[in-house]
T-cell receptor, first 115, second 111 residues
Framework: NAGVTQTPKFQVLKTGQSMTLQCAQDMNHNSMYWYRQDPGMGLRLIYYSASEGTTDKGEVPNGYNVSRLNKREFSLRLESAAPSQTSVYFC??????????????FGSGTRLTVV | EDQVTQSPEALRLQEGESSSLNCSYTVSGLRGLFWYRQDPGKGPEFLFTLYSAGEEKEKERLKATLTKKESFLHITAPKPEDSATYLCAVQRETSGSRLTFGEGTQLTVNP
């Protein structure tokens, strides 16, 4: 089972460059998320998509944009990378169940360094 | 604003030495509390969901419990393969499926 697949796994960008992080899930999940993980700050939500066709800002959306391309794919774009965006980025997905909490399935992460 | 605080930040145990990790939370209307395990270089892996105070769940050497203010992850007779970072997260009733995570506890079990 592939689960949640993220590409690339590693990336080095120069300040001002742009890039798109790709995420795809094969579990027929409705909801998808982008988090960043920094030492001492835990996982922080950047953007999420509750269902296909919708996207919403999370806790730290500045400097990022997202696209929910279809039910399977949710991409994160950095238009003009800054050193403060050096982080590990995780994509996750979950079933949409409004009454019952449900665990996320995470990808293996993208380690991004902006120099 | 939802808050999740985990303690200790790091914990070193000898193999077989039982202990507990703490997750204190402040949330208006808890829908669920989640525990995840994260190995170095990997994404978090789902362990448990707890829904209400008094609930307990077990998986191998791990047992998670929940009160109205905190959750504990008890590790009984740990083995080196239990070494990982353990993350706690909360879901509020009005936040849809979004989770708020704590910073995690890094557990090292020495043989």
């Amino acid at each position: 089972n592939a689960g949640v697949t993220q590409t690339p796994k590693f990336q080095v960008l120069k300040t001002g460059q742009s890039m798109t992080l790709q995420c795809a899930q094969d579990m027929n999940h409705n909801s998808m998320y982008w988090y960043r993980q920094d030492p001492g700050m835990g996982l922080r939500l950047i953007y999420y998509s509750a269902s296909e066709g919708t996207t919403d800002k999370g806790e730290v959306p500045n400097g990022y944009n997202v696209s929910r391309l279809n039910k399977r794919e949710f991409s994160l774009r950095l238009e003009s990378a800054a050193p403060s965006q050096t982080s590990v980025y995780f994509c996750a997905s979950s079933a949409l169940r409004t009454e019952i909490p449900y665990g996320y399935t995470f990808g293996s992460g993208t380690r991004l360094t902006v120099v | 604003e939802d808050q999740v605080t985990q303690s200790p930040e790091a914990l070193r145990l000898q193999e077989g030495e039982s202990s507990s990790l703490n997750c204190s939370y402040t949330v208006s209307g808890l829908r669920g509390l989640f525990w995840y395990r994260q190995d170095p270089g990997k994404g978090p892996e789902f362990l448990f969901t707890l829904y209400s105070a008094g609930e307990e769940k077990e998986k191998e050497r791990l047992k998670a419990t929940l009160t109205k203010k905190e959750s504990f992850l008890h590790i009984t007779a740990p083995k080196p393969e239990d070494s990982a970072t353990y993350l706690c997260a909360v879901q509020r009733e009005t936040s849809g499926s979004r989770l708020t995570f704590g910073e995690g506890t890094q557990l090292t079990v020495n043989p």
